[in-house]
């Protein structure tokens, strides 16, 4: 590394740290829990401390953290979080923090903020643009609204953080033939998130067309040149496969993937109206606010185009760029990539054939840097006239699109008073850019007002976020200590009631509102109890089938919370004790019993004196396709309710008269054990999520398992004493193993290749 290059990457690193301290200012001044982001309080937390915890399991027992109890219902959370942080090596990294989690969050999201200016600077360089180009693209990137807004999102943020290698790596074997980077940065992608993976190999073919045809001379080699770089690619895929194998067969059950939307434009022309203004206004800090573009939906209205107002600026100069083949295919990719906004049925497909969405808006802010650091490189030679024109245009837009929509969609203009504040000022960093530009041609005057510009926007949403939704260390505190102050306290206390509840497996029922203050649905992961409700958008895929028969299982009429009341299910699901601070918050239809009035000084526990077991035997059988609407969810109990295509199988096993209950049930880690007598030959159904993970023996021989009432799991058992033992391993875990394996050898191959090829050109040079 040049010295140069060296002072220019710490003064980098020291303008990153100085602005995330300003937008992060608010909270640590009023030093409060930095809990900026919709899901960090009610998802984040919990799922990182569970994390937290069977890492720590790991250590003391051997045990993969495979499966985690404390999920809802019990879940593989291997697979299941691999969406949020099992192959993030920032959720690694924070756990050498012994902090509290929102403080280890801003530590880890200052990081990544370094880390994506460092990464966008690498990247820069390989275009070869000069230094303070690189600083002003390092910065531009690093603060963009996608960065920002997604901020509070912890994977999302550490992709965003590491993709720049991903570009940088391309273009590394497209001018120099170098090939490491490229499985490498793929491999690290694909393990952080695989969701936006998807969404940038989709992009990667036309990227790669676009910058070879502005790289080589000719196609020649293009097809040549282009398989190189898929197998580089699969490389890459092959090495993560120990992850992803697993998470592919536990995702692509989930009832997000396929809802392919062929909706061809959106219905709401303020959609198009924000897209036109929204590369010029940092509109994170009106997203979920009073919003003149509002569109009810979370999926088209979180748009995030802003990268500066100097990217914004710059990027018209393509269409009076004297070098026509730069111009000419730069227009159209990037005209290609504003098609995934303008068209919802192409959104669709780029986010995995799912719902629409703008989350793709990340590629083309790498995409818009790159353009505008190329005509920052020629600030001597830029087209005034176009600039002018743009300059024109953009404040234009901005003091008017407001006004403009609020008499489209037929609303007082003085509700957005504040939106239009924020436009003006907008407009005023328009004009200044320009200025500096046109009469001052200044790298650094440049890069100070993008500082600016980004510190004060981001600082203004931070504190609006902090007054209206900021909370204090000590109700954090509180909130996680209304039920113990020790882990496993609770669980102690419920095992101590009654001797025989070590030997068994059981739920609480606990409230929302009143015990857990509605700060999250998953707070039973925070007191490591078995509860009954979630907000969680990859929860064990067979629940599905009973949200489809039982859909008041659902809260706020989401698919993905979750807060289970109804007494036949909750019975059904082993629910043995309730903890309320009033006996009007226990479901109706149970038959409780108090217990005690005075656990941690006032609250109220409960027993279901109709308590059954985990396990339990049946002798009656219904298709499931034969239930009726309106049927009341007792039938779980009565019933096993199965596939047509097992009815028969089931059948056959059960023929036992009597109903048994599974017993002496211990639990941990990856695996249960219980005893189950029958008179006969008969089925049990656990009330644990079906998962094909479950390895399940019966008297040392494996059974098969079958997907039951509802999405849970129950298998054939013998007449006699049977011994039950159960152990989870996800889906495609060995295959995944056996693929990474191979990947890493793979690469190990290509990595000696590398090198006697360098030193044979090395070799070659010198003769």
């Given at each position: 590394m040049k010295r140069k290059d060296a002072k220019e990457i710490i003064l980098l690193s020291i303008l990153i740290i100085l602005v995330s301290l300003i937008i992060f200012s608010p909270y640590?001044?009023?030093?409060m829990p930095l809990t900026y982001g919709t899901d960090i309080k009610p998802q984040w937390f919990e799922f990182y401390t569970e994390f937290?915890?069977?890492?720590?399991?790991?250590?003391?027992?051997?045990?993969?953290?495979?499966?985690?109890?404390?999920?809802?219902l019990g879940n593989n959370f291997y697979a299941s979080k691999s969406y949020?942080?099992?192959?993030?090596?920032?959720?690694?990294?924070?756990?050498?923090?012994?902090?509290?989690?929102?403080d280890v969050a801003q530590i880890l999201e200052t990081l990544k903020f370094l880390v994506s200016g460092l990464t966008m600077y690498y990247l820069l360089s390989c275009f070869g643009?000069?230094?303070?180009?690189?600083?002003?693209?390092?910065?531009?990137?690093?603060?963009?609204?996608?960065?920002?807004?997604?901020?509070?999102?912890?994977?999302?943020?550490?992709?965003?953080?590491?993709?720049?290698?991903?570009?940088?790596?391309?273009?590394?074997?497209?001018?120099?033939?170098?090939k490491l980077l490229f499985?490498?940065?793929?491999?690290?992608?694909?393990?952080?998130?695989?969701?936006?993976?998807?969404?940038?190999?989709?992009?990667?073919?036309?990227?790669?067309?676009?910058?070879?045809?502005?790289?080589k001379p000719n196609?020649?080699?293009?097809?040549?040149?282009?398989?190189?770089?898929?197998?580089?690619?699969?490389?890459?895929?092959?090495?993560?496969?120990i992850l992803t194998i697993p998470t592919a067969s536990y995702i692509l059950q989930n009832d997000r993937v396929g809802q392919f939307s062929l909706q061809l434009f959106f219905n709401q022309i303020s959609i198009y109206l924000h897209e036109l203004c929204a590369r010029l206004v940092p509109n994170y800090i009106y997203i979920y606010r009073t919003n003149i573009f509002e569109t009810a939906s979370h999926t088209t209205r979180e748009l995030c185009l802003y990268s500066g107002v100097l990217s914004a600026l710059l990027l018209p100069q393509v269409f009076s760029d004297k070098d026509k083949r730069y111009r000419k295919n730069t227009l159209i990719f990037y005209l290609f990539l504003n098609l995934f906004l303008v068209f919802p049925v192409f959104s669709s497909v780029i986010h995995g054939f799912s719902s629409n969405s703008f989350r793709c808006t990340l590629i083309l802010i790498i995409v818009q840097i790159i353009i505008m650091s190329h005509y920052l490189e020629k600030i001597d030679s830029l087209d005034i006239k176009n600039l002018k024109i743009t300059t024109v245009f953009s404040v234009f837009i901005l003091l008017t699109i407001i006004p403009m929509t609020a008499y489209i969609i037929n609303k007082p203009v003085i509700d957005y008073v504040n939106q239009i504040i924020l436009f003006i000022m907008a407009a005023f960093f328009v004009v200044l850019n320009s200025w500096v530009i046109l009469k001052k041609k200044s790298y650094l005057l440049l890069l100070f007002l993008l500082c600016i510009e980004?510190?004060?926007?981001?600082?203004?949403?931070?504190?609006?976020?902090?007054?209206?939704?900021?909370?204090?260390?000590?109700?954090?505190?509180?909130?996680?200590?209304?039920l113990q102050d020790e882990d496993n306290e609770l669980n102690e206390f419920l095992e101590n009631i009654e001797p025989i509840n070590p030997m068994q497996y059981y739920r609480t029922y606990i409230p929302l509102e009143p015990i857990y203050w509605d700060f999250s649905h998953n707070m039973s992961l925070m007191v490591q109890l078995q509860g009954t409700m979630t907000y969680d958008s990859t929860y064990a895929p067979s629940f599905n089938k009973m949200k489809k028969i039982a859909p008041q299982v659902k809260d706020y009429e989401s698919d993905w919370i979750f807060n289970i009341k109804d007494p036949e299910i909750l019975k059904f699901l082993s629910v043995k004790y309730a903890i309320v601070t009033d006996s009007e918050q226990l479901p109706s239809g149970m038959n409780w019993r108090l217990l005690t009035d005075n656990y941690r000084s006032g609250l109220l526990v409960y027993r279901n004196d109709d308590y059954r077991s985990l396990g339990?035997?049946?002798?009656?059988?219904?298709?499931?396709?034969?239930?009726?609407?309106?049927?009341?969810?007792?039938?779980?109990?009565?019933?096993?309710?199965?596939?047509?295509?097992?009815?028969?199988?089931?059948?056959?096993?059960?023929?036992?008269?009597?109903?048994?209950?599974?017993?002496?049930?211990?639990?941990?880690?990856?695996h249960l054990t219980g005893n189950c007598y029958t008179d006969d030959s008969s089925f049990l159904v656990l009330s644990l999520p079906y998962d094909a993970g479950w390895n399940v023996l019966v008297n040392g021989t494996q059974v098969k398992t079958y997907d039951v009432n509802g999405g849970f799991i129950g298998f054939g058992i013998s007449q006699g004493e049977n011994q039950i033992e159960m152990y989870f391993t996800p889906v495609g875990f060995k295959q995944g193993a056996i693929l990474s394996i191979f990947g890493f050898l793979v690469y190990g191959l290509l990595i000696v290749y590398e090198l006697l090829r360098n030193k044979k050109i090395r070799r070659s040079v010198y003769d």
């Amino acid at each position: 590394m040049k010295r140069k290059d060296a002072k220019e990457i710490i003064l980098l690193s020291i303008l990153i740290i100085l602005v995330s301290l300003i937008i992060f200012s608010p909270y640590l001044i009023n030093h409060m829990p930095l809990t900026y982001g919709t899901d960090i309080k009610p998802q984040w937390f919990e799922f990182y401390t569970e994390f937290k915890n069977l890492i720590n399991q790991f250590f003391e027992t051997k045990q993969l953290p495979f499966y985690s109890w404390n999920l809802f219902l019990g879940n593989n959370f291997y697979a299941s979080k691999s969406y949020y942080l099992m192959g993030d090596i920032f959720s690694y990294i924070g756990l050498l923090f012994p902090l509290q989690f929102f403080d280890v969050a801003q530590i880890l999201e200052t990081l990544k903020f370094l880390v994506s200016g460092l990464t966008m600077y690498y990247l820069l360089s390989c275009f070869g643009f000069k230094s303070k180009v690189k600083m002003i693209g390092a910065i531009a990137y690093t603060f963009s609204s996608w960065a920002i807004f997604y901020s509070g999102q912890l994977s999302f943020l550490s992709f965003y953080s590491w993709m720049p290698l991903y570009f940088a790596a391309i273009e590394l074997y497209l001018k120099k033939g170098k090939k490491l980077l490229f499985p490498l940065t793929c491999m690290l992608l694909l393990f952080t998130n695989f969701y936006f993976f998807f969404t940038l190999s989709f992009i990667t073919p036309f990227y790669y067309l676009y910058r070879y045809s502005l790289v080589k001379p000719n196609y020649k080699n293009v097809v040549k040149d282009t398989l190189i770089l898929v197998g580089c690619y699969l490389i890459g895929i092959c090495m993560t496969g120990i992850l992803t194998i697993p998470t592919a067969s536990y995702i692509l059950q989930n009832d997000r993937v396929g809802q392919f939307s062929l909706q061809l434009f959106f219905n709401q022309i303020s959609i198009y109206l924000h897209e036109l203004c929204a590369r010029l206004v940092p509109n994170y800090i009106y997203i979920y606010r009073t919003n003149i573009f509002e569109t009810a939906s979370h999926t088209t209205r979180e748009l995030c185009l802003y990268s500066g107002v100097l990217s914004a600026l710059l990027l018209p100069q393509v269409f009076s760029d004297k070098d026509k083949r730069y111009r000419k295919n730069t227009l159209i990719f990037y005209l290609f990539l504003n098609l995934f906004l303008v068209f919802p049925v192409f959104s669709s497909v780029i986010h995995g054939f799912s719902s629409n969405s703008f989350r793709c808006t990340l590629i083309l802010i790498i995409v818009q840097i790159i353009i505008m650091s190329h005509y920052l490189e020629k600030i001597d030679s830029l087209d005034i006239k176009n600039l002018k024109i743009t300059t024109v245009f953009s404040v234009f837009i901005l003091l008017t699109i407001i006004p403009m929509t609020a008499y489209i969609i037929n609303k007082p203009v003085i509700d957005y008073v504040n939106q239009i504040i924020l436009f003006i000022m907008a407009a005023f960093f328009v004009v200044l850019n320009s200025w500096v530009i046109l009469k001052k041609k200044s790298y650094l005057l440049l890069l100070f007002l993008l500082c600016i510009e980004y510190s004060l926007s981001g600082l203004t949403l931070y504190y609006s976020r902090m007054k209206s939704e900021g909370i204090s260390y000590e109700f954090v505190d509180s909130v996680t200590h209304v039920l113990q102050d020790e882990d496993n306290e609770l669980n102690e206390f419920l095992e101590n009631i009654e001797p025989i509840n070590p030997m068994q497996y059981y739920r609480t029922y606990i409230p929302l509102e009143p015990i857990y203050w509605d700060f999250s649905h998953n707070m039973s992961l925070m007191v490591q109890l078995q509860g009954t409700m979630t907000y969680d958008s990859t929860y064990a895929p067979s629940f599905n089938k009973m949200k489809k028969i039982a859909p008041q299982v659902k809260d706020y009429e989401s698919d993905w919370i979750f807060n289970i009341k109804d007494p036949e299910i909750l019975k059904f699901l082993s629910v043995k004790y309730a903890i309320v601070t009033d006996s009007e918050q226990l479901p109706s239809g149970m038959n409780w019993r108090l217990l005690t009035d005075n656990y941690r000084s006032g609250l109220l526990v409960y027993r279901n004196d109709d308590y059954r077991s985990l396990g339990v035997t049946y002798n009656q059988i219904k298709k499931m396709n034969e239930l009726e609407d309106g049927n009341s969810m007792s039938i779980l109990m009565s019933h096993v309710l199965c596939n047509e295509e097992d009815y028969s199988e089931i059948q056959q096993v059960m023929k036992s008269s009597n109903l048994n209950e599974l017993e002496n049930v211990k639990y941990a880690g990856n695996h249960l054990t219980g005893n189950c007598y029958t008179d006969d030959s008969s089925f049990l159904v656990l009330s644990l999520p079906y998962d094909a993970g479950w390895n399940v023996l019966v008297n040392g021989t494996q059974v098969k398992t079958y997907d039951v009432n509802g999405g849970f799991i129950g298998f054939g058992i013998s007449q006699g004493e049977n011994q039950i033992e159960m152990y989870f391993t996800p889906v495609g875990f060995k295959q995944g193993a056996i693929l990474s394996i191979f990947g890493f050898l793979v690469y190990g191959l290509l990595i000696v290749y590398e090198l006697l090829r360098n030193k044979k050109i090395r070799r070659s040079v010198y003769d």
